[in-house]
């Protein structure tokens, strides 16, 4: 059983590209959460998704910043017009249920953003 | 908004030594977790202890939580060059289990 897997790894975008970053959840989990870290940093919630819908956005800026998990297919999270304060790891765990705040999380690997 | 800091901040000790890492939080917790980040990799959820718990072992891992103090540690016992990383404390809010708060994280060193 595979983990949850994130890509790319590494992701390199010039200043106001956009960058597409994938998630996979755990088989079976259909709840996914996207965390991000800054240099030096712990990570910083940023949304949590279950399949076609958005749950809670909290941490999400206001602009340039989305994120989907649709029917089929992986989570994105998608950032428009990169910054390079947009330069971090993003990070991404699931689960099979809600709650998992009461057990501990897997993460992904995460994609690590460069934006020069 | 910062929900745990660890503390030190860095540690850096010998192989077959003892580490300690310290995290207070803020707010009341359902539960308090631990987690290890090697250098470029991602989060492994080490242990959790719930507010209802004083005291957790796992394996080398022993963690403590004194909730009146709104504070826990981490002990690594017989520590290894393997146990090189960054260590994170993490809580979810009370009232809401979807998300954690991570604390700054603290870089510990084990030199063989």
């Known amino acids: 059983n595979a983990g949850v897997m994130q890509n790319p790894r590494h992701l390199v975008r010039r200043r106001g590209q956009e960058a597409r970053l994938r998630c996979s959840p755990m088989?079976?989990?259909?709840?996914v959460y996207w965390y991000r870290q800054l240099p030096e940093e712990g990570l910083k919630f940023m949304v949590y998704?279950?399949?076609?819908?958005?749950?809670?956005e909290s941490g999400m800026p206001k602009e340039r910043f989305s994120a989907e998990f649709p029917k089929e297919g992986p989570s994105i999270l998608r950032i428009q017009q990169v910054v390079r304060g947009d330069s971090a790891a993003y990070f991404c765990?699931?689960?099979?249920?809600?709650?998992?705040?009461?057990?501990?999380?897997?993460f992904g690997s995460g994609t690590r953003l460069t934006v020069v | 908004s910062q929900q745990g800091e660890e503390d030190p901040q860095a540690l850096s000790i010998q192989e077959g030594e003892n580490a300690t890492m310290n995290c207070s939080y803020k707010t009341s917790i359902n539960n308090l977790q631990w987690y290890r980040q090697n250098s470029g990799r991602g989060l492994v959820h080490l242990i959790l202890?719930?507010?209802?718990?004083r005291e957790k072992h796992s394996g080398r891992l022993r963690v403590t939580l004194d909730t009146s103090k709104k504070s826990s540690s981490l002990l690594i016992t017989a520590s290894r060059a393997a146990d090189t990383a960054s260590y994170f404390c993490?809580?979810?809010?009370?009232?809401?289990?979807?998300?954690?708060?991570f604390g700054k994280g603290m870089k510990l060193t084990v030199n063989p």
């Open positions: 765990a699931s689960s099979r249920t809600q709650g998992q705040g009461l057990y501990g999380y897997t």
């Open positions: 202890i719930r507010s209802n718990e």
């Open positions: 088989k079976g989990h259909s709840h």
């Open positions: 998704l279950q399949k076609e819908n958005i749950i809670d």
């Open positions: 993490a809580t979810p809010p009370m009232g809401g289990s979807e998300k954690l708060v």
